[in-house]
């Protein structure tokens, strides 16, 4: 009798264990999910800002064309086409460090995305551990159930003695 109290007392013990692995998995997975969220949102918010640096950069560039038709018309002087050139470079470093930042970001996110995938395969793994842990609970309470009907039983017979 002792020792199914120990044993019961140690399925509880694990399929309480198990319980907390299966809802700490769960908080990993809906941390993941969180971060790709943000990841998501800071990407939509790289591609408005590639999106307008690349207007910024079609509007420098006409205004290059602009300056390059008024020079050669003789409108405008030789330092407002540097100066046009400059906000070009910029613009254009601006526009490659923005892209590379959204390289890096979709290269997080796909890291991101595969933590998620092994962190939900974790959970389903955690899930199938715990409903087979609780078969065996519910196995062992039927056992236990029997077992005490018997002993109930055999307790009754002693005491008709």
């Known amino acids: ?19 907390t692995r299966a809802e700490d998995a769960e908080s990993k997975n ?13 990407i939509t918010s790289l591609t408005h800002k590639v ?31 540097d100066n046009l050139t400059r906000k070009i470079q910029l613009l254009e470093e601006e526009l490659d460090a923005a892209e590379k930042n959204v390289k890096d ?5 796909r890291q991101v995305d595969v933590k998620a995938e ?7 793994r955690v899930e199938q551990e715990r409903d087979l842990w609780e078969k065996k609970y519910e196995e062992m309470q039927v056992k236990y159930k ?10 009754q017979s002693m005491e008709g003695l």
């Open 105 to 109: 970001t979709v290269e997080k996110l």
């Open 118 to 124: 092994h962190f939900e395969r974790q959970v389903q």
């Open 30 to 42: 809906k941390k993941s999910d969180q971060l790709i969220l943000e990841k998501d949102q800071e």
């Open 51 to 81: 999106n307008v640096l690349e207007e910024q950069l079609d509007k420098a560039e006409a205004k290059l064309a602009e300056a390059k038709a008024a020079q050669e018309e003789g409108e405008h002087s030789k330092s407002t086409n």
């Open 146 to 155: 029997e077992s005490k009907a018997e002993l109930d039983e055999l307790v």
């Open 1 to 19: 009798m002792e020792k199914i109290k120990e044993k019961l007392n140690q399925l509880r013990a694990e399929a309480d264990a198990a319980v």
